[in-house]
Nanobody, 124 residues
Framework: QVQLVESGGSLVQAGGSLRLSCAAS????????MGWFRQAPGKEREFVAA????????YYADSVKGRFTISRDTVKNAMYLQLNSLKPEDTAVYYC?????????????????WGQGTQVTVSS
């Protein structure tokens, strides 16, 4: 059974930092693109960042560029998202996702496997 499990979400003050982790099990994703999405209450799930199998290609949403950093460890079958300079508008449930192919997409339909999400709340 394939599982993606996110962790690291928390309540943090504006300007603070968090590091989210995504642990994969049930299969290896060493040759698959992976990504992070988020969903705020009453809003659609939106793209945050994505990374290629070897980390050579990374995409970010304009709203997080320069503040968030995506990375992965293929040996550990894990992915990370470093969140810096957090803003109240970053408050959302953050989801880890894995694609079936190497293609790095920015649309949620590009991803097949999903985690259950971790809550990030940024207070002003």
């Amino acid at each position: 059974q394939v599982q993606l499990v996110e962790s690291g979400g928390s309540l943090v003050q504006a300007g603070g930092s968090l590091r989210l982790s995504c642990a994969a099990s049930g299969r290896t994703f060493s040759t698959n693109a992976m990504g992070w999405f988020r969903q705020a209450p009453g809003k659609e799930r939106e793209f945050v960042a994505a990374i290629s199998w070897n980390g050579g290609v990374r995409y970010y949403a304009d709203s997080v560029k320069g503040r968030f950093t995506i990375s992965r460890d293929t040996v550990k079958n894990a992915m990370y998202l470093q969140l810096n300079s957090l803003k109240p508008e970053d408050t959302a449930v953050y989801y880890c996702a894995a694609a079936l192919t190497t293609r790095v997409g920015v649309d949620r339909h590009d991803y097949y496997y999903w985690g259950q999400g971790t809550q990030v709340t940024v207070s002003s």
